[in-house]
């Protein structure tokens, strides 16, 4: 095993893929999820250990939105989903299990769920976070934090980013301003 830190002992994702890989290209590859929203849902993952974003490379960026939509094809002619949700965990707090970064390809079918408006979001009844509403208020200040008007006004509120270098950048991945830090692990 690897470790989630660092890619060492413990980290199930830098165990060298095995039977269970969909597809790779050396850089990323995908496997089926081991606990499926639906059928054919794959975990896209990158091959060298980072545990968020901002820890990859300018060549990995460039190679995600094309691997994954190899694996949309792929998933399409096995699986004939009539569309996708695709998405990642970022933090624990996010839901992120594992610390090593992964993208959900998740095909998605009629009948799949009551109501698909609202994407990912309908998979989780409504009332599930009303529970934990109160602590939401207590750490955002809004009230009802998921609603959008609220949201909306203190977006409008924000002091509007300005680029502090030049925006004809060769390479914006590798500029300062595009990296996010990483948010600190409890």
């Known amino acids: 095993m690897t470790d989630p830190e660092t890619g ?16 790779s290209n050396g850089i990323w590859y995908a496997r ?17 250990h980072c545990t968020v974003f901002s820890d990859l490379n300018a060549d990995e960026m460039q190679k995600l939105l094309p691997f994954i939509r190899q694996c949309q094809e792929l998933l399409n002619l096995q699986f004939h989903p009539l569309g996708y949700n ?6 624990i707090i996010a839901g992120q299990s ?44 809004i009230t009802g934090a998921a609603c959008i008007e609220e949201s909306l006004r203190i977006f409008q509120r924000m002091p509007r980013w300005k680029p502090s270098c030049d925006p004809m950048l060769q390479d914006p991945c590798s500029s300062p301003i595009w990296r996010i830090p990483p948010l600190p692990w409890p």
Do not use: E, M, Q, W
């Not at 089926?32 to 060298?48: A, E, S």
């Not at 695709?86 to 933090?91: D, E, K, Q």
């Open 32 to 48: 089926f999820d081991r606990h499926p929203v639906t059928p054919g849902h794959l975990l896209v993952i990158p091959v060298r």
């Open 8 to 23: 060492g002992p413990g980290c199930p994702f830098c165990i060298r893929p095995g039977p269970d890989v969909f597809l």
């Open 86 to 91: 695709i998405g990642t965990n970022i933090g």
């Open 98 to 141: 594992v610390r090593h970064i992964d993208v959900h390809v998740i095909p998605r079918y009629t009948g799949d769920t009551p109501d698909p408006r609202g994407g990912i979001r309908s998979v989780v009844p409504k009332n599930t976070l009303l529970h934990y509403s109160d602590n939401i208020t207590a750490i955002t200040g």
